[in-house]
């Protein structure tokens, strides 16, 4: 299943401020700060813990996902393939307009739900698919208001 607007590309990363600093060499990224992100999130095993540091770089109308892992019960950002370099590519993001049908539509497709987020009331939800046998990585969608986009720097 791919549908939505793709705006990002995601990396784990060992040292978010070093990630930060080799893009600052590269592109003209402004300020940027991490954060720290502890989340419950469901898997197929069950409710796990994720705990993140995460920094969203824009160049023009891409946002690239610095993802510095701290604790991760889920697996899923651990088993990224080293490739011996300051970033490692993870996965993939999309937008979707819509959570319900697009909910609806994931429940008809192949590809298995590893991990998601999409609480009654929220102003984002997410979810990953696992794209790996497919595509070489996971895709991920997300749903969210036009005030969290703006919350989180997406440009206008």
Request: glycine share 8%.
């Amino acid at each position: 299943m791919i549908t939505g607007h793709h705006y990002q590309n995601a990396y784990i990363c060992d040292d978010i401020e070093a990630a930060i600093a080799a893009f600052a060499t590269r592109a003209d990224i402004g300020e940027v700060r991490p954060f720290d992100v502890e989340q419950q999130l469901w898997t197929p095993d069950g409710m796990k813990r994720v705990a993140t540091k995460l920094a969203f770089i824009w160049i023009g109308d891409m946002q690239y996902e610095l993802i510095q892992v701290v604790a991760d019960e889920t697996g899923l950002y651990s088993n990224y393939q080293n490739n011996g370099g300051l970033l490692h590519f993870h996965h993939i993001c999309m937008r979707v307009p819509e959570w319900a049908p697009f909910r609806a539509a994931v429940a008809q497709q192949n590809l298995p739900v590893v991990l998601e987020r999409a609480n009654e009331g929220d102003q984002l939800k997410f979810l990953y698919l696992d794209g790996r046998e497919f595509c070489g990585h996971y895709l991920e969608y997300v749903w969210m208001t036009d005030e969290m986009a703006l919350r989180l720097g997406t440009p206008s």
